[in-house]
Nanobody, 113 residues
Framework: QVQLVESGGGLVQPGGSLRLSCVAQ????????MRWYRQSPGKERELVAS???????GYVDSVKGRFTISRDNARNTLYLHMRSLKPEDTAVYSC???????WGQGTQVTVSS
């Protein structure tokens, strides 16, 4: 079955850290560019970070220096390491596989004291 399975969301205090994971199943993960998106209630979906098949990364300005996207091709897994989290980072985070237009189910991240 072709799918993306996410985990790692939760409630964290401002300034805290979280790591999101996205496991790819049923396709050749190594050859696919991957992205993380997020969406907050009442807002448009936002591209947060992307990583190419060769490891080239890109970030939206609001997360530069705080978030790191990475991939482990041996484990078919995409990661998003988030630190210095802010309340405005609160959203549902979803991974996306470019070639297949395939979305994960989304995981909630809530930053609140």
């Amino acid at each position: 079955q072709v799918q993306l399975v996410e985990s790692g969301g939760g409630l964290v205090q401002p300034g805290g850290s979280l790591r999101l994971s996205c496991v790819a199943q049923g396709f050749w993960f190594t050859c696919v560019m991957m992205r993380w998106y997020r969406q907050s209630p009442g807002k448009e979906r936002e591209l947060v970070a992307s990583i190419s098949t060769t490891g080239v990364t890109g970030y939206v300005d609001s997360v530069k220096g705080r978030f790191t996207i990475s991939r482990d091709n041996a484990r078919n897994t995409l990661y998003l390491h988030m630190r210095s989290l802010k309340p405005e980072d609160t959203a549902v985070y979803s991974c996306f596989a470019m070639t297949f237009n395939l979305w994960g189910q989304g995981t909630q991240v809530t930053v609140s004291s």
